[in-house]
């Protein structure tokens, strides 16, 4: 994460018995692969477009639904790219304002200079068709590892946070290890905007940092609800177990 700055979140007093505060929080890291909806999605809506009005065409002894526009195609080739690139390249705080005037800066000189019919025409006329099977095929494929993945893999292992004390989990026998949580810090990292607000809708990066004679950086990537967590943990963090 070079090139970020991370604030510390200090540890909240203990809120009155009124709210009904957790006594303990699972927090799961997920893997760059929860970002990947976008694209299984675009290639169902593409698949339901060309079934519903594409054109049977015959390729060789075999009959398949090709929608005659091609901008179905684009888009899918364009999202699939897109979040390529924002799970392979991360831009945090200030770096991802830049970007984004930066994209907004292209576009205006593209219109300024009056290239914008000419570049848009080069793309458009390197068209892209795909039949109906190509995109269930891919979509399916794609959702169903996604599925696996965020809702299985991801959550063999995690972190339980309970009061006074965080422990990692595993369910594949690798053991465990606890902390205790007392001076321990919480810090949240800057959001890339692309990532953790458009496809990760709320996540986000997580640093603890154990305190006492043998202090760990621990790293916990791609939380969901980042927000909420971090409200949760501030809370069981400054709790002080019973004996």
């Not at 990692?168 to 321990?184: D, I």
């Not at 953790?196 to 990066?205: A, F, K, Q, R, V």
């Not at 004679?213 to 990537?221: F, G, L, S, V, Y």
Request: aromatic fraction near 14%; proline fraction near 3%; charged fraction near 15%.
């Amino acid at each position: 994460m070079s090139g970020t700055t991370e604030s510390p979140i200090a540890p909240e007093a203990p809120k009155a018995a009124s709210g009904r505060a957790p006594t303990s929080l699972k927090i799961y890291s997920h893997s760059a692969l929860l970002y990947w909806w976008p694209v299984w999605l675009t290639g169902y809506i593409m698949a339901a477009l060309t079934y519903a009005a594409g054109k049977p065409q015959e390729i060789g002894v075999t009959k398949t639904l090709i929608h005659e526009s091609s901008n179905l195609g684009l888009i899918f080739f364009g999202v699939l790219f897109l979040v390529i690139l924002v799970t392979n390249y991360s831009v945090r705080g200030l770096a991802s304002g830049i970007v984004i005037m930066g994209i907004v800066l292209t576009f205006v000189l593209l219109l300024y200079f009056n290239v914008w019919e000419q570049f848009f025409g080069w793309f458009l006329s390197h068209k892209i068709y795909l039949n109906s099977s190509a995109y269930l095929w891919f979509s399916t494929l794609l959702f169903a590892m996604w599925c696996i993945v965020v809702f299985g893999l991801d959550r063999m292992s995690y972190w339980k946070l309970d009061a006074g004390q965080l422990t990692f989990e595993s369910l594949l026998g690798s053991g465990s290890k606890s902390y205790n949580t007392q001076g321990m810090m919480l810090e949240k990292h800057q959001d890339d905007v692309f990532r953790h607000w458009l496809l990760g809708l709320g996540s986000g990066d997580l640093q603890v940092r154990t305190s006492g004679a043998t202090r760990e950086q621990i790293d916990i990537h791609n939380v969901l609800f980042v927000g909420h967590k971090i409200a949760a943990m501030q809370h069981l963090i400054a709790e002080v177990p019973e004996n």
